[in-house]
């Protein structure tokens, strides 16, 4: 009689078992496993979405949002903000450039060879169908060489047409068709409220053509441009700006310019949600003086002020004259400067308390009320005197 040896040895039944499922489950295996991937697969849109989304505007057209149309919903899978969201990128994203300034340096043996070199990159965007580019001034600083390139990667050189420091803007020139070139609707930034929801598009870190979102944290700041001079009313926000975004757009909710991307709040130099952008008041202001002139002229009094820490010394609030240019508007309204008495003490004369009955505490204060205002605008001045304030009415000169 026959032995069954797995009767005599019944682990070797289990051993058994075991290596086949091993290699059963070695042979499957690979048919059921997900192939790992080294970059993540390519969303497609559903079919049944895929008309619903906003077409890119044909080449040539203005960038017309259909916002009524976008807050019907997509059969509860995008959210009417999303659908509006989706529909002003589509109409404002052709508009918006990379814009690459490059510099001439010198290199190799005794510094004989001359390279261009990229300087630094930023955004910009399409003003009007000459080819008029809107951008800021720090981006293209210095530049020998600058290009500016499209979202379908189509690029031209570009020349600087005008720049405002004062400002941080500049405007920029290409020779492109007229068909490719969609301006960008121009809204009012003096209508702007806290909350409102604005969206920035530009190239961050080289990647082109970047949506954000957020929403106006703050209005009436100022930050200080190159010059030292002080850029009023400008908008703070959360929507995320980063090296590159500067000179891009921000908008509202309509798809309108209402700022112009310029600084970020950061000790890192990276997005920490303070943003700001120059107010599109002031680009409305200022970008057809640098189209049609070169530079910009301000509205000014034709007066030298003193410096605030010299009024405060004299227990005194506002913006006390220091000099009256002759033949200047203040010379002509009677206004006087600081003045030396008969024993040699100095006399303060008039010092700016308002401005049509907008209270001046500074020189910033009286520069920010001017900055609102064009050459030949009346205005009218509130002066202290020998401790009396009197009104006076005078025409604003045209500064440089």
Known sequence: MKTDPTAKFPWL??????????????NVAPMVRPRLRTRAPRTEVAPYLRSRIPAAPAPGTAPVLDIEGATNGVDG??????????????????????VVNRAMVRGGFFGLQVFEV???TGSGFVWDRKGHIISNYHVIHQATAI???FADGTSFPARIVGAAPDYDLAVLKIDAPADM???????????????????????PFGLDTTLTVGVVSALGRAIT????????????????????NSGGPLLNSRGQLIGVNTAILSPSGAY?????????????????????????SRAGLGVQLLPDHVTRRANVEGAAIMTVISGGAAAGAGLKGVEQTREGHLRLGDI????NSNKVSSVEDLSAELDRLQPGDTATLSCLRDEEIREVSLRLQEID
């Open 13 to 26: 039944t289990l051993v058994l078992l075991i290596v086949f499922l091993v290699l059963a489950w070695l």
């Open 77 to 98: 899978v995008l959210r009417d903000s999303e659908r509006n969201t989706i529909a002003i990128y589509h109409a404002v994203s052709p508009s918006v450039v990379s």
């Open 118 to 120: 990229p300087q630094g």
């Open 147 to 149: 290009t500016v390139t």
């Open 181 to 203: 070139l969609t301006p960008v609707h121009v809204g009012a930034s003096r209508n702007l409220r806290v909350g409102q929801t604005v969206l920035a598009i530009g190239n």
């Open 225 to 244: 441009a190159m010059t030292n001079r002080r850029i009023q009313d400008v908008i703070q926000t959360d929507a995320a700006i980063n090296p590159g």
């Open 272 to 296: 920490a949600g303070i943003g700001f952008a120059v107010p599109s008041d002031t680009v409305s202001r200022v970008v057809p003086q640098l189209i049609n002139r070169g530079k910009v």
């Open 352 to 355: 700016i308390v308002a401005i």
